[in-house]
Nanobody, 127 residues
Framework: QVQLVESGGGLVQPGGSLRLSCATS????????IAWFRQAPGKEREGVSC????????YYSHSVKGRFTISKDNAKNTVYLEMKSLKPEDTAVYYCAITNVLVVSTTWSMKYKYTNWGQGTQVTVSS
């Protein structure tokens, strides 16, 4: 049974950092594309970052590029999202999701391509 469990969210001041984790089970992590999405109140869920099958590529949204880093530890079956220089507009519920579809730069953030989702973790950036 596929499971994705996010953790690491919380309240942080602007300019601060957080590291989110997505613990996975029930599938071989290296055989899937895994992505982080986020959803702020009243807004559409949007792609934040993605790491492709066998680490072939990583992708970032324009709004987080240079501040966020995605990585994964296959031995621990865990994917991470390191977030630095956080801004109030980064406030959202963050979700990890997987797909066995090969994605490219123009398709990685399409929500419908992802088949399994975690329950989300809240990130609040506020002073």
């Amino acid at each position: 049974q596929v499971q994705l469990v996010e953790s690491g969210g919380g309240l942080v001041q602007p300019g601060g950092s957080l590291r989110l984790s997505c613990a996975t089970s029930g599938f071989r992590l290296d055989s899937y594309t895994i992505a982080w999405f986020r959803q702020a109140p009243g807004k559409e869920r949007e792609g934040v970052s993605c790491i492709g099958i066998s680490n072939v590529a990583t992708y970032y949204s324009h709004s987080v590029k240079g501040r966020f880093t995605i990585s994964k530890d296959n031995a621990k079956n865990t994917v991470y999202l390191e977030m630095k220089s956080l801004k109030p507009e980064d406030t959202a519920v963050y979700y990890c999701a997987i797909t066995n579809v090969l994605v490219v730069s123009t398709t990685w953030s399409m929500k419908y391509k992802y088949t399994n989702w975690g329950q989300g973790t809240q990130v609040t950036v506020s002073s």
